[in-house]
């Protein structure tokens, strides 16, 4: 089903996901988490931000125990675990927040 | 139940699409926290190569995925000797891949380790699978 932003219509897969990551702005992250009754805040954004530089610079997502292991690096202990991500994120910290950046599911996740 | 997986790569990275699907079977493993260990061997050792583009062909360059490997635990990347001196390279024209110790204060080590074919026997003889792309 496409999903509808300042009247552009965009492309999505039969999961929701982005067909066109070229089409991804931060709006449309925000109408898409809005979709799944979901609002973002800092802490969101925090982890979006982190998926679209991983996949900017590796081409993938990440899959989620890789997700954690960097997050806990990048921005400490407190937040690279489980429970927080899962907290945000209560999908799949991967599977979702990867939906709202506009990136492909992660490979390897079912 | 962890077991030591072993994913050979020997073909060029375009014009076939083994390197690619063995680099997200790679990756699957890996994300099911298997024991995964990689060799590049034959025209394989063409898939690490520097510098690689694609935009003339029409296909995702998808070399810049081999640097994540470090991050889902992939710490053993064998590239075969007699391989890169057959074809004129070094381990110089290669990516420098690593992976980062936690337990040492998150500090790289390398993943990449040049073999023998005599040494590939033995490393491919201590694996519970072996997977050839």
Request: proline share 3%.
């Amino acid at each position: 089903m496409p999903i509808e932003v300042n009247g552009v219509s965009h492309e999505t897969d039969e999961e929701g996901y982005l067909v066109n990551l070229a089409d991804w702005t931060r709006e449309l992250g925000e109408a898409l988490a809005t979709e799944d009754d979901c609002e973002l805040t800092d802490a969101h954004w925090e982890v979006i931000n982190f998926l679209r530089e991983y996949y900017e610079e590796y081409q993938i997502a990440p899959a989620v125990r890789v997700l954690t292991k960097a997050i806990g690096k990048r921005l400490g202990k407190d937040k690279g675990n489980s429970k927080y991500l899962y907290e945000l994120f209560p999908y799949g910290p991967a599977k979702q927040a990867c939906k709202y950046a506009g990136l492909p599911k992660p490979t390897g996740c079912v | 139940m962890a077991k030591k997986f072993l994913f050979v790569n020997r073909k060029a990275p375009y014009g076939t699409i083994y390197a690619l699907e063995s680099l997200e079977v790679v990756l699957i493993s890996a994300a099911f926290e298997q024991v995964v260990s990689l060799v590049f061997m034959d025209d394989g050792v063409y898939e690490l190569t520097r510098g690689q583009k694609t935009d003339a062909i029409g296909m995702k360059n998808f070399s810049p995925t081999y640097s994540a490997l470090g991050d889902y635990e992939i710490k053993n990347i064998y590239i075969e000797k007699e391989s890169l001196e057959a074809r004129g390279l070094t381990l110089d024209d290669l990516q420098h891949l690593v992976w980062e110790d936690e337990d040492d204060d998150w500090a790289e080590k390398d993943s990449i380790h040049l073999v023998s074919s005599k040494e590939l026997a033995s490393i491919m003889a201590d694996q519970e699978v072996i997977i050839t792309f």
